[in-house]
């Protein structure tokens, strides 16, 4: 069984359907990509495998759960976590107290156990240290979000979710406001995480990015999957240049080697 399994996904706002009948699976250790141009509903899908958009139809099921119906908190209690495109990092905090923070589950009982155990830690600090230094943050630990880059700001976000060990991270748009080479690193630091046994679904405009990284790529048009396969058998898959681009399926192949086949990056890692 997959690690996550989702099959006729449908969402409906009214009359209009941002999700139609969508399908995805997840292996285990394994990243797989959404892509889609904009207002193909790839935000929807994560939205609604999280628990912050209910399914109007269809079914998720994470780790053998059927969680289609369970709230985004009970989603995250079993190993599903998730970013945003929005960072919302707290700027009087520390990079270090802000993956505390996010590390935290607070439950009714917390207070008491306070009481009874002062000092007690979320995360422990060995994992917290392991953390950032898998994502080249460590010496930025002790300063306060304002005072990192915009790419630093991404990966503490990041290293927010990760902190938690989840068992499926959900990335929304990481590489959203990062220029060329800051998009490779990043790719190059999900990519060692992945190897290193995580699981992750990526969602992201960086074309780059995608077919670089990525072992299994799903492609949205109008809320429905028109393509999967490998980032080889996208490259090849004319719907998705029509998509894209909007191109006439005789001028698919050709616009397909010009645009789309160029987007691999030269990172010296192994892309897959």
């Not at 119906?69 to 190993?79: D, I, N």
């Not at 207070?111 to 060995?126: M, N, S, Y």
């Not at 894209?244 to 645009?259: I, Q």
């Not at 086949?261 to 890692?269: D, L, Y």
Request: hydrophobic residues 40%; aromatic residues 4%; glycine residues 10%.
């Amino acid at each position: 069984m997959s690690l996550l399994e989702v099959d006729s996904l449908t969402v409906r706002y009214g009359g209009l359907v941002a999700l139609d009948e969508a399908r995805l699976r997840v292996e285990r250790g394994s990243l797989v990509g959404l892509i889609g141009p904009n207002g193909a509903g790839k935000t929807t899908m994560i939205d609604c495998l999280t628990g912050f958009t209910p399914a109007t139809s269809g079914t998720v099921v994470f780790d053998g759960h059927d969680v289609t119906s369970l709230p985004a908190h009970r989603r995250t209690r079993l190993g599903m976590v998730r970013t945003f495109q929005s960072l919302e990092l707290f700027n009087d905090l520390s990079v270090r107290d802000n993956c505390r923070v996010a590390a935290s589950d607070p439950r009714w009982w917390e207070p008491l156990a306070d009481v009874v155990r002062p000092g007690r830690k979320a995360v422990d600090d060995a994992v917290l240290d392991d953390t950032l230094a898998s994502l080249g943050l460590s010496e930025f630990a002790g300063l306060r979000p304002p005072e990192l880059s915009h790419g630093h700001r991404k990966l503490v976000g990041i290293a927010r979710v990760l902190v938690r060990k989840p068992d499926l991270l959900l990335l929304d748009e990481p590489a959203a406001g990062l220029d060329s080479a800051e998009s490779r690193v990043l790719g190059r630091l999900l990519r060692a995480k992945v190897d290193g046994g995580a699981s992750m679904l990526l969602i992201d405009h960086d074309m780059n990015l995608m077919l670089g990284i990525c072992d299994h790529i799903y492609v949205l048009d109008f809320g429905r999957v028109i393509a999967e396969g490998t980032p080889d058998e996208i490259r090849v898959t004319p719907a998705v240049v029509a998509a894209y681009l909007g191109t006439d399926a005789g001028d698919e192949d050709e616009l397909l080697r010009e645009s789309v086949s160029q987007s691999v990056p030269s990172t010296g890692t192994d892309t897959r």
